[in-house]
């Protein structure tokens, strides 16, 4: 999860539609 969103909320879809979308 980290590794995927190092940025600041690993839980945060709303931040980045690409990166935790298809998770």
Avoid: L
Wanted: aromatic residues 0%; proline residues 17%; negative net charge.
């Amino acid at each position: 999860e980290a590794a995927a969103i190092p940025e600041a909320e690993p839980d945060d879809p709303s931040e980045e539609p690409g990166k935790k979308a298809d998770d």
